[in-house]
């Protein structure tokens, strides 16, 4: 038996961009832990089907809730109705997320901005209006996926690197200001993992190389390392953590 301070059975989460990748292994894992599960992201057809592959074993713990985290009408009308139908929302995970690669001198207009709202916007807007309902009630915890790349960057990926720092430090400042109303904000910074979204890089021999010759662990991390991080900063386990990036990376930061 688990130690119960990482008792999180009963909890409503939300996690967003949860239709696949890390946001879907987040998002079992939580159901695994005995919450009930709200999935998001901005294309229906895709979330019912892990709704619906999810609900197989979970029955009616799980929820979708198709709504774009970018726009804030979207966002206001998508949680009041998660807290109308499913329940109040303990435990918020910001996962949406994209990638764009090309040269710095390339790199379009268009594509900043669209890395900025869906990296960074959208945790802004949906962590403002969830914690407007968690404050009342005095407790909440909201975990931003963050990334190695908040801290460190390697050439083509700068405006990803950009956001991903300034969520870094978004949860830092979300720290400050919803701490004092029983809310702990903390973030996850995955490593080089593998999944649906990288594995052309996984593929990359080369690459591929380069990632297990430079990280501690030997080898690409998967979906499943990053489960037991969400329970711990989801959990009463983590009520004096507060404003933190744990980084799920195999140890590759700490060494050159």
Not at 1 to 15: E, N, Q, W, Y
Not at 43 to 48: F, I, K
Not at 188 to 200: K, M, N, Q, R, V
């Given at each position: 038996m ?5 008792d ?7 996690v ?25 992201g901005?294309?229906?057809?895709a ?23 970018t ?32 040269p710095?001198?390339?790199f ?17 807007l ?33 405006p ?7 969520l870094?430090?978004l949860t ?24 649906e ?12 190389a380069?990632?297990?010759g ?13 489960v037991?991080?969400?329970i711990?900063?989801s ?22």
């Amino acid at each position: 038996m688990s130690h119960p301070t990482f008792d999180i059975a009963g909890k409503t989460a939300l996690v967003t961009g949860s239709s696949r990748g890390i946001g879907k292994a987040l998002a079992a894992g939580l159901l695994e832990a005995g919450c009930t599960v709200v999935l998001n992201g901005r294309d229906g057809v895709a979330l019912e089907t892990t709704r619906a592959e999810f609900a197989a074993l979970h029955g009616d713990r799980v929820h979708a809730a198709a709504f774009d985290a970018t726009d804030p009408a979207a966002v206001a009308a998508g949680v009041a109705g998660i807290e109308e139908e499913t329940g109040p929302i303990a435990i918020l995970v910001n996962n949406t997320g994209a990638q764009h690669r090309s040269p710095l001198l390339e790199f379009t207009d268009e594509d900043w901005h669209r890395l900025l709202d869906t990296n960074l916007t959208s945790a802004f807007l949906v962590g403002r209006e969830v914690a407007r309902r968690m404050a009342p009630r005095g407790h909440g915890k909201i975990v931003n996926i963050c990334s190695l790349q908040s801290e460190v960057v390697r050439p083509g990926i700068a405006p990803y690197a950009a956001t991903k720092g300034g969520l870094k430090m978004l949860t830092k400042g979300m720290c400050a200001d919803l701490g004092p109303l029983g809310i702990q904000v903390n973030g996850i910074g995955p490593g080089y993992f593998d999944t649906e979204l990288t594995s052309a890089l996984v593929a990359d021999e080369e690459f591929s190389a380069w990632v297990r010759g430079r990280t501690p662990a030997g080898r690409w991390g998967t979906v499943e390392d990053l489960v037991g991080a969400l329970i711990f900063l989801s959990s009463p386990a983590s009520d004096f953590v507060n404003g933190q990036v744990l980084y799920v990376d195999g140890g590759m930061l700490s060494v050159l």
